[in-house]
């Protein structure tokens, strides 16, 4: 794959929960090494983009694909094997398992084809040197935004290309929220690719090089390219109403 080939190329992605259709026809890429933000209001659809790209709600396209992977007909294991990592919107954090423990679910070996380092125990805890302090402690036992770094590092130890995050700072303390902001950033100097849910683009602002904004299960913006982000004109091209630019 050269780098200017998309590493996530998703074409007229459409969504359901049984009869009822949540995303209508989305398109959007994401290349190696980008951060790319998905901002939008509660029920605009992103979690479900997510859940869609991993393969836990039905769903159709024209493309869907990983590296050229077709994504449309796999489980969602064998996506994640891949190279997709997911970090869900509750975490899903074993609450009577210690953190040593919910990161031993995590671990996958890296892809052989995979340039990104090895995500060791010693590298996630150097990324949330809190969580060493507390690898022996039970999940139920976590702060909210403990559980949350835990639940990046178990998706890191799973050595993704493409790691998706589910609204990474709702409903963490600002102090959290900036850790995990500059977590992210080493993340993406690292050369991971991320893409970001969020309500607004505040953490996205700091860190994402483009960013689409979802409203009712449609893409209606799409913000700067890579080398023209800032963070005002990252916001201002995804202010409610602003016309696409796709
Ligand atoms: N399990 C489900 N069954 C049926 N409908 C669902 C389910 N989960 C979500 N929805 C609906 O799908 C739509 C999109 O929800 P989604 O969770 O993707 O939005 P979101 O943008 O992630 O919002 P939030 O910020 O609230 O998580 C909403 O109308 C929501 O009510």
Not at 46 to 68: F, N, Y
């Amino acid at each position: 794959m050269s780098a200017t080939t998309p590493l996530l190329q998703i074409e007229g992605l459409n969504a359901w929960y049984g009869e009822a259709q949540i995303l209508f026809g989305l398109t959007l890429h994401i290349a190696p090494g980008e951060a790319v933000a998905l901002v939008g209001r509660n029920g605009a659809g992103k979690s479900t983009t997510m859940k869609a790209i991993i393969g836990l709600v039905r769903r159709q396209a024209r493309r869907l694909t990983l590296g050229g992977a077709d994504l449309l007909a796999l489980p969602t294991h064998a996506i994640a094997r891949l190279g997709v990592g997911y970090v869900p919107e509750d975490r899903h954090i074993f609450a009577d398992l210690t953190v040593l423990e919910n990161l031993d679910l995590g671990r996958r070996q890296r892809p052989a084809d995979m340039t990104l380092p090895d995500w060791t125990t010693d590298a996630v805890f150097d990324l949330f040197p809190q969580l060493a302090d507390m690898r022996g402690r039970l999940g139920g036992q976590m702060s909210g935004g403990e559980q949350q770094m835990l639940a990046v590092a178990r998706a890191l130890v799973g050595n993704p290309s493409l790691l998706l995050l589910d609204e990474p700072s709702e409903g963490v303390a600002p102090i959290v929220v900036e850790q995990m902001t500059r977590a992210l950033a080493r993340l993406k100097a690292g050369g991971l690719s991320l893409l970001i849910s969020e309500q607004s683009s505040d953490l996205c602002a700091a860190i994402c090089d483009r960013a689409y904004r979802i409203e009712q299960g449609e893409l209606r913006a799409h913000g700067p390219r890579t080398g023209q982000a800032s963070e005002t004109s990252l916001k201002a091209a995804l202010a409610p109403g602003n016309a696409p630019t796709r």
